[in-house]
């Protein structure tokens, strides 16, 4: 099969560790030992990774250095170093997994724009939390004096907040796909991919913002034809009635049952909601009647591979 792997940015860097660039690559160790195995299994890998807490640590590294006069880096020019840094770490780590089991593939990471609406609604109303979790107090004095928009991410804590415009187009497509029809292995749209906006003469120019990673992971699994759409985040099952006395996981749904939960709320836009967003746009736009979703952790991938655990989105009507 045809895969596209979407790694949260925890996936590489855990909450409550310091995150830096040795944890960064234990964790990126641990995520890809499994993902050899789907490898190793036959399958064509196209992973994209989010890039949260380490766009966070780059733009507070650039607002210390402003206060020595170091000129400073754009979030455009901030998402592309994440993509070479985080995509030469999973690559590294990918091709020496493999060797190590006498499988040596070569795997490249490509950097990557995305085209986004320059009217977007969401460079007025910030969205998508980067960086690490804080305190309120902590949170508000950022807000005060760095000029952040902050909000309480799903109760874990709070954290700033940045533009998220919807995806249009990725601009490397042909690219990607040409790569994956060829069988190679790529990482591609770290961090949702560089924002940018195409002028009326047909022009590029960067956008500062940070694009969901799952919505471009839907056009990525679009864009190569695939057969799943695999979205690895911080917890095991999509839950219903989240954080309630009522919580229930859900084991699988379909698009139409999964449309109706988002529409009632279930699914918060700064958590879940991306997600379910992205599943029905690859499985409302796909061609393929057996292609699927599946949500779950990094831990439990394979598990959730073989049906043991995690949720499964598949086209169809409520059952």
């Known amino acids: 099969m045809k895969l596209v792997v979407a790694l949260g940015g925890n996936a590489l860097s855990a909450p409550g560790e310091v995150g830096d660039i040795d944890d960064q690559f234990r964790h990126t160790t641990e995520t890809v030992h499994r993902l050899a195995d789907l490898i190793g299994a036959g399958h064509t890998l196209l992973i994209t990774h989010g890039n949260g807490p380490q766009i966070g640590s780059i733009m507070r590294r650039v607002e210390i250095a402003a206060r020595q006069n170091i000129y400073p880096i754009p979030m455009t020019l901030a998402v592309a170093d994440t993509q070479g840094g985080m995509g030469y770490m999973i690559s590294q780590c990918l091709m020496n997994e493999l060797a190590s089991r006498g499988r040596w593939r070569l795997c490249s990471t490509l950097i990557t724009t995305t085209e986004v609406d320059p009217d977007d609604p969401a460079f007025r109303h910030p969205s998508k939390p980067i960086g690490p979790f804080y305190t309120r107090q902590r949170a508000e004095e950022h807000r005060d004096r760095d000029g952040w928009t902050v909000v309480e991410d799903a109760g874990r804590g709070w954290r700033r907040v940045v533009a998220s415009p919807k995806p249009i187009s990725i601009v490397e497509m042909p690219v990607i796909a040409r790569l994956i029809d060829a069988g190679e292995l790529v990482v591609a749209c770290g961090g949702g991919g560089i924002p940018v906006v195409r002028t009326?003469?047909?022009?590029?120019?960067?956008?500062?913002?940070?694009?969901?990673?799952?919505?471009?992971?839907?056009?990525?699994?679009?864009?190569?034809?695939?057969?799943?759409?695999?979205?690895?985040?911080?917890?095991?099952?999509?839950?219903v009635k989240f954080g309630t006395p009522a919580q229930r996981a859900v084991d699988r749904m379909t698009t139409s049952e999964a449309a109706a939960l988002m529409e009632a709320g279930e699914f918060p836009e700064g958590s879940m909601g991306p997600k379910i967003e992205a599943a029905l746009r690859f499985l409302g736009g796909t061609s393929k009647p057996e292609a699927f979703v599946l949500i779950t952790s990094c831990e439990r991938v394979l598990d959730a591979w073989a049906g043991r655990t995690g949720t499964r989105i598949v086209r169809g009507s409520r059952g």
């Open 200 to 239: 009326a003469d047909g022009r590029y120019r960067g956008r500062d913002a940070v694009i969901d990673k799952d919505r471009t992971a839907a056009l990525l699994a679009l864009g190569i034809d695939a057969d799943a759409l695999i979205v690895l985040t911080g917890v095991e099952r999509v839950c």
